[in-house]
């Protein structure tokens, strides 16, 4: 417990992988959590009920199944002081073709929608969760948030979308807006398409092990926990305009895909069958964080190393295969 007075919270997305995660984070430090998901089709709303399920017994949330593209959003706004927009249409690869208009659609005009109904309501803050695809392939590493944006996927496009509609809030609203931008978060929970939790199946199923190019590019990879707390932290810190900033949330753990699957072969005291694919358009070669500015302004420190984050990863997935989660 934090020991400061609890706020009453909207997040977006709160059946998801980090959105209930956070929502449950946010409860256990005093909050009170108002949550809202749509259940799109991206993978089986099965998994996101089970996300909800502890969530569901608890006093201080309440739920609303509904879309930000029509819902009624300044009714859901009332009486909320921090909002985390953490719905979004996820994936690089499938960002392209005929889905981008999903993607534009929710995390595009969703938020938009949702900063437009925030200028009635007086916040005292508004988190935007983004991601470190708006980089794309930069030049130099680490990347810091002065470093100039050039997504090269689609889903990067959006969320660099998103972060401009809050920064044009924020200019001429008022909106105390902020921007995370997130560096591959895994954990628990994790969506059934990420790579480790495919990874840690594929190796427990003894089935072949998809590895994208040759292996050796390199991510920061982020702990949820790490994640959820950069998320309070943003809404809690002692901040002062200009709003609209955003910050770099990584792990300080960037290692290649290669050496990530020798490490769950490790854990899992099991061989992998990889299968080398193709490389893949829109997915970079290498990300790295700079997360001075956060650690200054938000407090951020990564708790959590590379192989701890692994261990409840496998222990998570272990559970699933066998049916006793």
Not at 29 to 49: I, R, S, W
Not at 71 to 85: C, G
Request: hydrophobic share 40%; aromatic share 10%.
């Amino acid at each position: 417990m934090t020991g400061d007075p609890g706020g009453h919270c909207l997040v977006t997305g709160v059946a998801g992988f980090i959105g209930s995660t956070l929502a449950e984070h946010l409860l256990a430090n005093g909050d009170t959590v108002l949550g809202v998901d749509c259940f799109t089709d991206y993978y089986p709303p099965a998994v996101k009920e089970r996300n909800l399920a502890t969530l569901r017994r608890s006093p201080g949330f309440t739920f609303r199944e509904a879309s930000l593209l029509d819902a009624d959003l300044p009714a859901l706004l009332t009486n909320v002081d921090s909002v985390f927009h953490f719905a979004a249409q996820p994936g690089v690869r499938k960002s392209w073709g005929t889905t981008f208009a999903t993607y534009a659609a929710h995390n595009v005009v969703a938020t938009q929608r949702l900063l437009e109904a925030a200028r009635t309501v007086p916040l005292r803050r508004f988190v935007y969760a983004s991601s470190s695809s708006i980089y794309g392939d930069a030049a130099e590493l680490p990347v810091r948030e002065t470093t100039l944006p050039r997504p090269i996927s689609p889903y990067g496009v959006t969320k660099l979308a998103g972060e401009h509609l809050c920064g044009l809030y924020a200019r001429s609203f008022g909106i105390p807006a902020v921007s995370l931008r997130y560096f591959t978060v895994y954990g628990p929970r994790q969506r059934p398409d990420m790579a480790f939790s495919r990874f840690v199946r594929a190796i427990l199923q003894d089935e072949a092990l998809p590895v994208y190019g040759d292996g050796e590019q390199t991510r920061d990879f982020t702990f949820v926990a790490d994640a959820v707390r950069a998320a309070r932290s943003a809404a809690r810190a002692n901040l002062s305009p200009p709003w609209g900033r955003a910050y770099n949330i990584g792990g300080g753990s960037r290692v290649s895909i290669n050496a990530i699957v020798r490490l769950l072969e490790t854990m899992t005291k099991k061989s992998a069958r990889i299968k080398r694919l193709p490389a893949q358009a829109g997915d970079v070669q290498h990300t790295y964080a700079d997360t001075t500015a956060a650690q200054a302004e938000l407090g951020y420190r990564p708790e959590y190393g590379l192989e701890a984050g692994l261990r409840a990863v496998v222990d998570w997935e272990s559970a699933l295969v066998a049916g006793v989660r």
